[in-house]
């Protein structure tokens, strides 16, 4: 199981857990602002990108190299981006902290 | 005051869009939302993708969370038909009579998938089309309860290849019957359709192309599909895929009107007032193209609801979107940026060194038109920002795969 905070655009934080699926789903069955899935997780839309805090990327993981390209152009697009539909829920997130980038 | 109603036909894509984005604008009155269809909206999709492979419950796929829709105060009322509206009294009529008032009416009504009049095609058995969960758990349940699991899929569009692929997965023999000359002819380019014919070949399914589907005869839960070549193909399965008709029938009864679907403005808005009509169902202005369009396209479905979601709530937006789309066969991924029609010239460019990575650039002149990219996704994020800025690119440099792909190198210096 893994607790994971989201920090929406208007700063409220936001700690959800779940054990299967991925940070997109669970931001999207919960409701988070800014994260839409429009393409329903396959990494083709870009509208789940989140700034994941410096000292969790480590835990998180750099983006393939699919998603880094489709990274690369966004505006908000720092070291630290990720598509959270990328980001498979599981034991090894626990207790990340991930900041909503809304366009 | 009177709290305002806002009625929309059709919870998917565009009218579950609709709904949240109107939250989103701070519209504070009554939503109303129907769809005869009784499962908690989902994404279409992963229908013929990834969903219909796995073993995942429907609403793994939800588009949100019935939670979701209490929070944000929206009505969903589910498995309930919209049968008529009254546009002088302002009002809707359900299939269980009830009646619903509007002060501003949002016709999502999407499309339906068209099942051609072949003679016998009513009495094949296992026949199917692929719109909604329901046909995905009947393919599923086809699948399972046949051992010799062969299926023929008619229609090369992209519904049509994905389910192919999938469906090859699923461990069925498939074949594919295009009537055109080359799979996928009404939506893109002959190089791309070489390419995915040749993917499909390479994965051991074929298709036929020129192959007009005459008759369906079927004896002892067995189907003969049989071409007006004198060709014939037997299945245990068949997918319909042939596309798909406007559901506008409601739009028409009260006089909005319709073309390729039904017409609206740059807004979104129809020819009567308060009423709009949003996603597949809209033949809509895009003032980027100068003319009108019908896209069935998750973008365009979003992208409308955000425009319509807006002008209902007082402002002046203007839907003028670049379309996107993408499709997952095998371990393809293909991502469509732009509209290519009316390009005159061509760049395919493939990337050095990897696997199956390559690019198709549309110019019309010296401006870009659309970008197809595959397994590519940095082509497509360039050529989206391109297009977007209608830059003026080096053909001679993009034709190079020693220039890296990176929007400097491709400028004209
Ligand atoms: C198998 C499949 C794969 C796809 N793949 C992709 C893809 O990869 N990328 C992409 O961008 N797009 C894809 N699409 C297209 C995309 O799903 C559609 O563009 C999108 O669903 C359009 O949304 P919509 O809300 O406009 O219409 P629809 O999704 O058609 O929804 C319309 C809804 O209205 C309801 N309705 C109609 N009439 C009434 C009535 N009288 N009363 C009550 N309810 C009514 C219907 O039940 C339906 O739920 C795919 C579609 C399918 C079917």
């Not at chain 1, 988070?32 to 839409?36: A, L, P, R, S, T």
């Not at chain 2, 999709?45 to 993708?49: A, C, I, N, R, T």
């Not at chain 2, 795969?401 to 792909?405: D, G, Q, R, S, T």
């Given at each position: 199981m893994a607790k994971i905070t989201f920090i929406t655009t208007n700063n409220e934080e936001i700690t959800l857990e779940a054990t299967t699926g991925s940070v997109m789903e669970l931001a999207v069955q919960n409701n988070?602002?800014?994260?839409?899935g429009d393409c329903g997780g396959?990494?083709?839309?870009?509208?789940?990108h989140v700034h994941v805090k410096e000292e969790d990327f480590e835990k998180v993981g750099a983006p393939s190299e699919i998603e880094a390209d489709m990274l690369e152009?966004?505006?908000?697009?720092?070291?630290?981006?990720?598509?959270?539909?990328?980001i498979k829920v599981s034991d090894?997130?626990?207790g990340v902290t991930l900041k909503v980038v809304e366009e | 005051m009177k709290e305002k109603i806002c009625v929309i036909i059709g919870a998917s894509h565009a009218g579950v869009n609709l709904a949240f984005s109107l939250r989103k604008e701070g519209w504070e009155g009554n939503i109303q939302l129907f769809d005869?269809?009784?499962?908690l909206p989902y994404h279409r999709?992963?229908?013929?993708?990834a969903y219909l492979t796995s073993?995942?419950?429907i609403e793994s796929n939800a588009?949100?969370?019935?939670e979701s829709y209490k929070k944000e105060n929206i009505d969903l009322h589910l498995g309930?038909?919209?049968?008529?509206?009254?546009r002088d009294k302002k009002s809707i009529t359900l299939s269980n009579d009830d009646e619903f008032l509007y002060d501003k009416l949002v016709i999502a009504t999407g499309a339906s998938p068209i099942i051609p009049p072949i003679p016998g095609i009513d009495t094949a058995k296992n026949l199917f089309a692929l719109r909604t969960a329901e046909d995905v758990l009947n393919i599923k349940k086809a699948i399972l309860n046949t051992s010799s699991k062969r299926a023929v899929v008619i229609g090369a569009g992209y519904i049509g290849l994905e389910t192919a692929a999938s469906l090859k997965k699923l461990g069925a023999s498939v074949i594919i019957l295009e009537?055109?000359?080359?799979?996928?002819q009404r939506v893109t380019s002959p190089v791309m359709s070489d390419f995915f014919q040749d993917i499909h070949a390479k994965n051991d399914v074929d298709i036929f192309t020129s192959k007009n589907v005459i008759e369906i005869e079927t004896n002892d839960k067995i189907n003969t599909i049989k071409c007006s070549d004198g060709t014939s193909y037997t299945a245990d399965l068949i997918i319909v895929g042939v596309g798909v008709r406007v559901n506008k029938q409601l739009a028409e009864s009260i006089g909005i009107e319709i073309k390729n679907g039904i017409t609206v403005s740059e807004t979104t808005a129809?020819?009567?007032?308060d009423i709009y009509a949003i996603g597949d169902c809209s033949f809509h202005f895009n003032p980027r193209y100068n003319r009108f369009i019908r896209l069935e396209s998750v973008q365009n479905a979003v992208d409308q609801a955000k425009v319509c979601a807006a002008a209902i709530s007082g402002k002046s937006p203007i839907y003028d979107s670049i379309p996107w789309f993408w499709s997952d066969q095998y371990d393809i991924k293909l991502q469509m940026v732009g509209l290519?029609?009316?390009?005159?010239d061509i760049i395919v460019r493939h990337e050095e060194g990897e696997g199956i990575k390559f690019s198709v650039w549309y110019f019309k002149g010296n401006e870009l038109l659309a970008v197809d990219a595959v397994n590519n996704a940095k082509a497509y994020v360039i050529g989206t920002k391109f297009i977007k800025k209608s830059t003026i690119i080096d053909k001679t440099k993009l034709k190079d795969?020693?220039?890296?792909?990176k929007p400097v190198n491709l400028l004209i210096k």
């Open positions: 988070i602002k800014g994260i839409d396959v990494c083709s839309c870009a509208t789940c152009l966004e505006d908000e697009v720092s070291d630290y981006s990720r598509l959270c539909c990328q090894a997130i626990d | 005869s269809d009784p499962v999709p992963p229908l013929s993708k073993d995942d419950p588009l949100k969370a019935i309930i038909k919209v049968t008529s509206i009254n009537r055109e000359e080359r799979i996928l129809t020819n009567i007032e290519s029609e009316g390009y005159d795969p020693k220039e890296a792909l």
